[in-house]
C-alpha cells in the first residue's frame, strides 16, 4: 500500500526575459509520513533549484494506482477516476465505486488508452469516469532513485 503526498516547492525563477518570478510547483511522493516526505522532497529537488526555496505545502494525494510511461513525449500527469462495477450476489444489484488514478501521458487521449492498457486483464468491469490533467511536475515513488521509475 502506498502513502502518496503531493508536496508544493516554492522558489524563485529566472524567466526568459531575465525576470525571477516566485513560482509553486507541486511534486507526488512516497512515503510513510509527511516528515518523510518533506525529506524526500528536499534531497531529491536540492540539485536542480539555485537559491533558496520552501516546501509551501504538503497533503495526502489518494490514489489507488499510478500508470508511468516510458516515452520522453509522455511528460503529463492525468488524474483518472475510474468507477468499479460490481454485482451484489445476494441482491444481483449493481454496486459501483470509485477511486482516484495518476497516468502518465502526452495528451488526454494518451492518457485513455495508457489507462484501458493499464487496466487490462482486471476482473470488474469499469467505467473511465473524468480525466483532467494534473500540475505535478514529477512523481517519486518509494526506493527510486531520481528519475527511476518502476516497471509496469
Same mark, same amino acid.
Given at each position: ?5 503531493? $508536496? ?5 525563477? +529566472?524567466?526568459?526575459?531575465?525576470? %525571477? ?13 509527511? =516528515? ?17 526555496? =520552501?516546501?509551501? @505545502?504538503? !497533503? ?8 508511468? %510511461? ?9 488524474? $483518472?477516476? *475510474? =468507477? ?10 449493481? !454496486? ?8 502518465? %501521458?502526452? @495528451? ?8 484501458? !492498457?493499464? +487496466?487490462?486483464?482486471?476482473?470488474? @468491469? ?7 490533467? =494534473?500540475?505535478? +511536475? @514529477? ?12 516497471? *509496469?
Amino acid at each position: 500500500m502506498h502513502n502518496w503526498f503531493e $508536496c508544493k516547492v516554492r522558489y524563485e525563477k +529566472m524567466a526568459e526575459n531575465g525576470i %525571477a518570478k516566485k513560482v509553486t510547483e507541486p511534486y507526488l511522493f512516497d512515503a510513510l509520513s509527511f =516528515t518523510e516526505a518533506e525529506a524526500r522532497i528536499i534531497e531529491e529537488i536540492s540539485p536542480y533549484i539555485t537559491g533558496e526555496f =520552501t516546501v509551501s @505545502d504538503i !497533503k495526502r494525494a489518494k490514489y489507488s494506482e499510478i500508470f508511468f %510511461a516510458e516515452e520522453e513525449s509522455a511528460d503529463r500527469w492525468f488524474k $483518472c477516476k *475510474v =468507477t468499479f462495477i460490481t454485482l451484489d450476489e445476494k441482491s444481483g444489484a449493481e !454496486k459501483k465505486s470509485s477511486t482516484n488514478m495518476l497516468v502518465q %501521458a502526452s @495528451d488526454l487521449r494518451d492518457a485513455v488508452k495508457k489507462l484501458d !492498457k493499464g +487496466m487490462e486483464g482486471g476482473m470488474a @468491469d469499469y467505467q473511465i469516469s473524468s480525466v483532467a490533467e =494534473t500540475p505535478l +511536475m @514529477d512523481v517519486y515513488p518509494y526506493g527510486s532513485e531520481a528519475n527511476d521509475k518502476p516497471e *509496469v
